[in-house]
C-alpha cells in the first residue's frame, strides 16, 4: 500500500465512525505550538515533507538552514538564552547524523532543546534499508531521551514528555524520530497536553545550617559562580547573596556575567585551571563556596588533599571528580536557596572581605598591555577596543579557539549571557550559529561572533542565512591563517611547527558574495572605528583583522610558568 492509499484508507475509516481525523504532522506542530514554538531551524528532506506542509498551515516559523549542524547550534543556544527549548528538524540518516556536533554541544553545555528527525515508513520497507542508520541508538549517549514515534495519537503526550524532560534540571538535548507514514498518518483528533509549571524545590534546612556553619568560621571565603549560575531562570537570589554577605568572588568561563564584572568584589575569571593570577586568591581561600559549578568545563581550579574547604551550591547534587569533590552540599533551586542561606548569614561575617586586598593587583596584571599599540593587534589591545564598542547588554557570541582564553580572562561583563563561550564540548564552528540565534531573540542589541579563520570557515555557509533573515550581526574574524590554539600547544610541547596552516579565501569579497559587507582592518587605529560603523551601519558585517599570538607564549606559558604554584595558607 502507497502511502497515499494508506491516507485514504485512514480517511474513509473516519468517515465511517463519524470523527474528525488528524495528521500525524498535524498533531505535531499543535503540540509544538502548545509549548509556544515560535521558530523551527533546519533541513527538511523528503520524510519531512508531512511537517513542513503542517508548517506551512502554522504559526511556527520554518527558518531553513545551510547545514544542519547550525540548525542544532541555533536551537541550543536559543534554549541558553531563554530556558525554552529550541526545535531543530533534519531528514533521517545523514541529515540526522549531522545533529550530532549539536547534541552533544547542548548535551555537555546544559541548553534544551529538541531535535525531530524524519524516518523511512515503519509499516513498509519499498526502499529496503537505503539511508537508513540506527538513528536513536546513536543520540543516546548525546541526548536525555531519544524516542522513535510509532502511533500518531501519541504525539501530542511524547512532545509534551520531550519538553518537560528538555528542561528539568539538568536541561539538555532531546531526540524525537517521526517516520513518515507515522507524520501522514490520519488519526481521530487529539487534544494537546497542557502545559504546567514545576517549581524546583529549595535546599532542605540541615543544609542550609551546615553552609552556615561552615561559611560563618571560614577566615578567608571566597564564592565562585560556575555554569549553572547563568540559567536564565530568575536569579535575583545570586546576586543579592553577593551583596548581603560581602564576600569576594571569581568566575569560570561559563559563569561569566552571573553578577557584574564591574563590582567591587570582582576577583577575576578562572580561564585556566592553575597558576594564574586569579589562582592568588583561590590558592588563599580556605572556603569556597561554588555555585552552580558543573564539571563538564576545565576545571577552574584543581583540588586536591590539602586546600580550601568547598560548598557545592547547585540545582542537582556536585558530580564527584577527582578534581572537585565538596565537603557540603546545597541542592536546590539556587536563587531562593542562597536567599535562605544568606539570612541565616548576613551581618555575621567580620572575615568576608579578607581576600580583597588582592583585588587591584590580580586585575591589574589582567589588564597589563592592553593599551599596547602594535600590529597585528594583540589580544589584549583587540578585547580592550572591543569592549569600547560594545554596551553592557552586547552579547559576545565567541566560536572556540585561542582567543577565548583571552575574552575569558580579559573581558569584563555586566549582565549575565553576554558572553556565549562553549567550555564544556569546546567545538569549533559554533560561533556564527550563536550570535546568529542571539541577533534573532535580541534584535534590539548589539550583537557580534567572534571566530577564528579556521572556526569561521566550518559554518561560514550560514552568512547566507543571517543575510536572507536580515539580521543585524557583526561577524570579526581573527585571521592568522592557522588553527592557533593547537599551534600554541605545539609550540608549548616543543613539537616542530609542522601540519596546522591553511591558506584563507579573501574575506571581504567571501562576505559581499553572501550579500554581506566586508572590511579588512589595515591598521590598529582602524580597528575601533571599523567596528563602531560596522554596528551603526546595520545588515551583516563582516569584519577581518589580523591578530599576533606571540602573546600566548609570553604570557600564558613564560609569564605563568614563572609563577611559583604557591602554598594553601
Known sequence: ??????????????????QPTVKGSDLLVAALENEGVDRIFGVPGEENLDVVESLRNSKIQLILTRHEQAAAFMAATHGRLTGR?????????????????????????????????????????????????????????????????????????????AFRTAMEERPGPVHLELPEDIAGEKVPAVSVVPVHPI??????RTALDRAAE??????????????????????????????????????????????????????????????????DAVDKA??????GHDTVEKPPFIMG?????????????????????????VVGDVGPSLEALADRIEGKLPNAGALLPLREEILAKIADRADEERWPVTPQRLIHDIRKVMPENGILALDNGMYKIWFARNYRTYVANTVLLDNALATMGAGLPSAMMAAMLHPERRVMAVCGDGGFMMNSQELETAVRLKLNLVV??????????????????????????????????????????????????????????????????????????????????????????????
Open 286 to 291: 580556605d572556603l569556597i563556596i561554588s555555585i
Open 85 to 161: 527549548p529550541g526545535v531543530c528538524i533534519a531528514t533521517l540518516g545523514p541529515g540526522a547524523l549531522n545533529f550530532s556536533t549539536g547534541a552533544a554541544y547542548a548535551h555537555l553545555g546544559a541548553m534544551p532543546m529538541v531535535m525531530i528527525t524524519g524516518q523511512k515508513a515503519i509499516m513498509s520497507s519499498r526502499q529496503a534499508r537505503f539511508q537508513i542508520v540506527d538513528v536513536i541508538a546513536s543520540m543516546k549517549p548525546l541526548t536525555k531521551m531519544t524516542r522513535q514515534i510509532v502511533s500518531a495519537a501519541s504525539i501530542p503526550t511524547i512532545v509534551r514528555d
Open 476 to 569: 570579526l574574524i581573527l585571521d592568522d591563517g592557522a588553527y592557533g590554539m593547537i599551534r600554541w600547544k605545539q609550540a608549548v610541547d616543543d613539537f616542530p611547527d609542522f601540519g596546522l596552516t591553511f591558506g584563507n579565501p579573501d574575506f571581504v569579497a567571501y562576505a559581499q558574495s553572501y550579500g554581506a559587507k566586508g572590511t579588512r582592518i589595515e591598521s590598529l587605529e582602524a580597528l575601533a572605528p571599523t567596528l563602531e560603523a560596522a554596528f551603526q551601519g546595520g545588515g551583516v558585517h563582516v569584519v577581518a583583522v589580523p591578530i599576533d599570538y606571540s602573546e600566548n607564549i609570553r604570557v600564558l606559558v613564560d609569564e605563568l610558568r614563572g609563577r611559583a604554584q604557591p602554598e594553601p595558607a
Open 305 to 329: 588533599p590539602t586546600g580550601p574547604q568547598v560548598i557545592h551550591v547547585g540545582y542537582q547534587s556536585a558530580t564527584v571528580e577527582q578534581v572537585f569533590f565538596p565537603h557540603a552540599e
Open 214 to 279: 561552615m561559611i560563618v568560621k571560614a577566615k578567608r571565603p571566597l564564592i565562585m559562580f560556575g555554569a549553572a549560575s547563568s540559567r536564565p531562570r530568575g536569579t535575583h537570589g545570586i546576586a543579592s547573596f553577593v551583596r548581603r554577605t560581602g564576600i569576594p568572588f571569581f568566575n569560570t568561563q561559563m559563569g561569566k556575567g552571573t553578577v557584574p564584572g564591574g563590582s567591587n568584589l570582582y576577583m577575576g575569571t578562572a580561564a585556566l585551571s592553575e597558576r594564574d593570577y586569579v589562582h
Open 199 to 204: 517549581e524546583i524545590p529549595v535546599a532542605h
Open 1 to 18: 500500500m502507497t502511502k497515499a492509499q494508506a491516507n485514504h484508507a485512514s480517511s474513509e475509516q473516519g468517515k465511517k465512525t463519524g
